[in-house]
Every structure is written in C-alpha cells, then in structure tokens.
C-alpha cells in the first residue's frame, strides 16, 4: 500500500518538517497495524472557507497531507461549511466576524480548485461538516457542548489570555473546538493535522474520540511559517502573503524578497525536495544567499506554474531587477489627465489596487519612478503631492518598485 517498506521510512518523510507529534509510539503502531491489515490510514485535515485565496503557508499542512497521498493512505479533506460560519478562535485575540452561507460556498469553490495544486483529489475523500451538522436539533447541540467545561476550555492559551486582559470571548467561540472534535468522530479519523495553532482543537478530537469508543486519532501539527516580513504570520490581512494563484512574476518576485533567515524553513516545508537536496541548498543559502534565492523562487513558482512559467519569471526577474532593463512585455495603463494634471497618488492607486497611506509610502520612499522607453532614463517622484501632467506622462513607464511596470497611455 505503500511506496516504503518500513514503518521507519514512512515516519522521516510524513514527519518532515512536523512541529507537535501525539505521539509518535502511537503514530508507529498506527503505522504498524496499517500495514499488517493493508488498511490505508483515515488522514483529516479540516478547512474553513474563510477566504477565496490561499496563502502559500496553507500549503505546508497540505503538502503533508499529500504525502500521506503518496505513501497510499486515504486523505480525508473536510470542507468546514459550518464551522466557518463559527470562525475559528485558535491564534485571535478578538471575536472572527461571522461569515454568510453564501460567502461560505463561493470561497469553498476558489478554495478547492487552489488545493488541487498540492493535493491528488481524484484520490481525496472530499466531506462538508454541514453533513451532520446541519441535522442536529438544538439538544444534540446540548449534549455535544456538556463534554467539555469552561475550565477546560481556559486551557487554550488565546482563550486564557481573553479572559484575564477582558477580551470578550463569545460562547459561540467555545463551541468551535467541539465541532472539529465531532468532525474526527464523524469520519473516523485515524490521523489528524494542522497547524501549530492548532493542536488543542486537534487533542479535542482525541478526547471527543475516546468518549465514543473510537481509537483516538494521532496529532500532527505542522509549524506557521512567517510572512514575507519574517516576522508575523503569514496572512493576507497583514499584507505579508504570497497567494498560490499569483502572477509568476509576482510570486517570483516575492520570494526573492523574503529576509534570508526564512530560505532554510522555506525549502524544508514550501518544496518537495528531497532531505539531502533540502540540506544541500540550506548550506548554499549561507554562503550564496541569492543563489540559492533563486532556487528557492524557482521552485516554488514551478510548483504551482509549472516549469515554463517559472523560467520566464526567473528571466524576467533577472532582466528587470537584477539588470534594471524594462520588462518586453508589460501591462498597458490608460490615464485621464485632467486639465489641471493628475497626482502621483492618484496615479499609483490606479495601477496598483491598495490603500492611499501604503501609496504615500511607496512615493516618500523613492519607489516610483517614471522612465523614458527608448533610453530607459528615470525621474523619481519623491513627493506624495506632487502633480503630473499630460508631458509629464506621455509616452513613459511608470515603475513602482523594482518589479512593476506599467506603460502609460494618455
């Protein structure tokens, strides 16, 4: 049923990378008795639709799952039509805002066709809580909320942490933990992963488990991995997010501007590269950090691009950024120009979709500049007040950061 001939095999390659193991004896006798029956394992891992776009530290608990994939146990993904609609508590210090039923399905669509990327779905068992969820009558809510206590519940950090600096903690929040508990018992799981962030939500699942009779499932969290800051999670909220459906260019472009004390968690939990290779490009990031940069970038991007595009946004990255030359190929910005001329903030939140401040930033900080096509001259525009005009535009490319060009057309 698998690809390995031993439970040891088996156990380097799906804990690549694991943060929190419940626990690994138990982990190796699942893995024994498996193999001795020839039953794959029940592997759940648990989403909530809470955003149309997945950021590409989504990808590290789904890379494990499909490495169970590949060693032939049975990927069990539950779509959390429900427990979206809760929102998940687990790393907040505030209440989630609830989600519609309809902003639920619409991201669970965009959700799928992104996990595809890393996962076999042909292979996935693909299951919506709303299954049993949505028959329950409000006793059985009851009865599910009676197995567990507030005090139990004030175990969880974040919770803890709400409760003593009077953050208010709604008790729709409490419930969360017991719907992804009920989740495990529901499918039988033998398995179940996550993030770190995570783990109490999935020890909730063991203990929902033994309460039914069912052999408790085995936890396996995976670390978060930082944003392109280094610094805070990665999320799109916090603008630090490389979103896996990104232009080539784009994706490219982010990696290579990732602080270099993230390549050595990257390579390790954003590829699929073998230990010895991992450890190889680890080293070579210490004394070619961009190099290996490039490595890192290119892998990436050909994982979810595929090799073509990744090449072209290798060379383009290294033409527009490296060499400083225009890109060939660029989008077109059409600009109307009033009479009085049009302000540069104006202007830079036309091409680029984001707030009026992070475009006062980019101009103060000398990342807009307009440049001469057939010299490839630059003027910086330095002053977020200052105005443009018709001359001033006509014929030019507007560059904003090192990355994006836009040919203006007046």
Request: glycine content about 8%; proline content about 5%; hydrophobic content about 40%.
């Amino acid at each position: 049923m698998t690809q390995f001939r031993s439970v040891d095999e088996q156990l380097k390659d799906l804990l690549r990378g694991a943060q929190d193991i419940y626990d690994e004896r138990e982990f190796r006798n699942l893995l024994r008795d498996a193999m001795g029956i020839k039953r794959p394992l029940r592997v759940k891992l648990g989403i909530d639709p809470s955003s149309p776009d997945i950021p590409l530290g989504h990808t590290v608990v789904l890379r494990r799952l499909r490495a169970f994939q590949d060693h032939g146990h049975q990927a069990v993904l539950i779509i959390g039509d429900y427990t979206a609609m809760v929102g998940d508590p687990s790393g907040r210090n505030k209440t989630r805002p609830q989600l519609t039923e309809q902003d639920v399905e619409r991201n669970a669509v965009t959700y799928m066709e992104q996990a595809g990327k890393i996962l076999d779905l042909s292979r996935t068992e693909l299951r919506r809580n709303g299954e049993w969820f949505s028959r329950m009558n409000f006793m059985e809510v009851l009865r599910l909320c009676a197995r567990s206590t507030v005090a139990q519940m004030l175990e969880r950090d974040d919770f803890d942490k709400r409760y003593h600096t009077k953050v208010p903690i709604s008790l729709h929040e409490f419930i969360y933990p017991l719907m992804q508990g009920w989740d495990s018992v529901m499918v039988k799981a033998d398995v179940e992963l996550g993030g770190t962030d995570q783990l109490f939500n999935l020890l909730m699942g063991r203990r929902l488990q033994e309460q039914e009779g069912q052999r408790p499932q085995v936890c396996i969290t995976s670390p978060i991995i930082p944003g392109l800051d280094g610094e805070q999670k990665m999320s799109k909220s916090l603008g630090n997010a490389i979103g896996v459906t990104e232009a080539p260019e784009n994706m490219f472009g982010k990696v290579m501007s990732i602080p270099d004390a993230l390549m050595a968690s990257w390579f390790t939990l954003l590829t699929r590269e073998p230990e010895d290779r991992v450890a190889t490009l680890c080293d070579a990031a210490r004394t070619h950090p961009r190099e290996a940069k490039l490595a890192l970038a290119h892998l990436i991007t050909q994982e979810m691009h595929g090799p073509a595009a990744a090449k072209q946004a290798h060379d383009t990255f290294v033409s527009t950024v490296s060499r400083g030359e225009l890109p060939a190929d660029m989008p077109e910005l059409a600009v109307a120009v009033p009479e009085g001329g049009i302000g540069v903030l104006a202007l830079v939140k036309a091409a680029q979709n984001i707030s009026g401040s992070e475009a006062r930033r980019l101009v103060a900080q000398g990342g807009v500049k307009l440049v001469q096509p057939d010299t490839q001259d630059e003027f910086s525009v330095n002053d977020p007040n200052a105005v443009l005009g018709r001359d001033d535009l006509a014929g030019r490319v507007l560059k904003i950061g090192k990355r994006h060009h836009f040919r203006l057309k007046t």
